[in-house]
Each structure stands twice: as C-alpha cells, then as structure tokens.
C-alpha cells in the first residue's frame, strides 16, 4: 500500500479507530486492521479458533484477536502510495512489526480509555467493552500494556483532536495527534521517517 508504512497502536479507547477515520478523511490511505484483517485464530499458527469450547468468552476473544499476517505483508510491499497508516493491534503483531518503518502509540489515561469504551458502547452495545469481562481485560491490558509494541513513538492522544490540532494543549508534553499530521504530510513529500520521540 505504501512506500512507507506506520503502525498506530495503542489500548483499547486510545482513539485508533477516530485516527483512521481522521486520517482517511484526508486523503491518506489508512487500514483499520481491527475491522479489516482481524480474525479470532491462534497468535503462533494463526489457524482460525473457529469451534474452541469458550470462543465467545472475553478472555478468549481477547486472546486470540489477530491479524491477517499474509494480508498485511501484502499490503505493505503494495508501492502505490507514498504512505500508509495501519490502526489497531492484535496478539499476533511480533510478527508483522519488522514490516513497518515506524511505530506509533497513542497513549491515553486510564480513565479517558474507560469513559471513551463507554461511549462507543452507548452508540453499539455489542463493540468491546460492553461488559464487566471486557472492561475487566481491558483495565488489565492497560496496566501490564502487555499487547502495545514497546518500540513506538508515544502520542498524546489524551485531548480532544479539534482542541490540539488548534494548538490550545499547552500542558502536553508529549506528542500529539498533530503529530500523526505532520508525519504523514512530511511521508508524503518524501522526508524521512516519522521523528524520534
């Protein structure tokens, strides 16, 4: 898909799914892994778990969510654009992280996490965190970061989008959403790879 290719990545209610959508929006060409290329499999063999005794329980869910490894290794030697952002994560991602010329992170706390799971919830309670065994995961997840890659670049992505893209989030100091801006408009005209932290 890209001559060069990120990974945004963070725990759940970080805002992966709004950066993508952000991101499609303007223009750039941007994968939401978790709904494109997500599956319920084995993370080592990638076999699907279809008929495991407890597949629809939380935990299992949350184990077994992984991506398409053949999918995205397609994806990434696609040349047509000059970059593309991958959004979400999966217990498989050791195997596709060396693929990616850059890592992103979108760190939020624990509460905005919580409160945002609340509100996709109201909009769909059957999305992730509708029940006490999903939050119960994702509260764990978010204190081990267990399935976030380590070698990511950390984004704020604590305030709302409208308020840091303006500039009005004196207090953060860590990068932004602006920052997912700013890397894919430098991609794209051919500057280098997305800025240390």
């Known amino acids: 898909m890209g001559r060069r290719n990120y990974l945004i990545s963070g725990v759940s209610g970080a805002?992966?799914?709004?950066?993508?959508?952000?991101?499609q929006r303007r223009g750039y060409q941007a994968i939401d892994g978790d709904r494109e290329g997500a599956y319920q499999g084995d993370a080592d063999t990638g076999h699907p778990t279809d008929g495991l005794k407890h597949e629809h329980s939380a935990p299992c869910i949350s184990a077994h969510h992984i991506w398409d490894v053949e999918q995205v290794q397609a994806?990434?030697?696609?040349?047509?654009?000059a970059?593309?952002?991958f959004?979400?994560?999966?217990?498989?991602?050791?195997?596709?992280?060396?693929?990616?010329?850059?890592?992103?992170?979108?760190?939020?706390?624990l509460d905005t996490s919580l409160r945002r799971m609340d509100e996709r919830v109201a909009l769909d309670p059957t999305d992730w965190?509708?029940?006490?065994?999903?939050?119960?995961?994702?509260?764990r997840m978010y204190h081990t970061k267990a399935a976030l890659p380590h070698n990511?670049?950390?984004?704020?992505?604590?305030?709302p989008r409208a308020r840091v893209r303006r500039?009005?989030?004196?207090?953060?100091?860590?990068?932004?959403?602006?920052t997912?801006?700013?890397?894919?408009?430098?991609?794209?005209?051919g500057a280098p790879s997305v800025p240390a932290s």
Do not use: H, M, W
């Open 167 to 178: 500039g009005r989030d004196p207090s953060s100091k860590r990068r932004t959403y602006t």
């Open 152 to 159: 990511g670049t950390l984004i704020d992505a604590t305030a």
């Open 75 to 81: 994806l990434v030697a696609n040349q047509e654009e």
């Open 129 to 139: 965190g509708g029940t006490p065994a999903e939050r119960e995961i994702t509260v």
């Open 87 to 109: 959004c979400g994560g999966s217990r498989n991602s050791s195997q596709y992280l060396a693929l990616f010329d850059g890592v992103l992170v979108l760190a939020v706390d």
């Open 15 to 23: 805002g992966k799914t709004a950066v993508c959508t952000a991101l």
């Open 83 to 85: 970059v593309t952002f």
């Open 180 to 189: 997912l801006e700013r890397s894919a408009r430098s991609e794209c005209q």
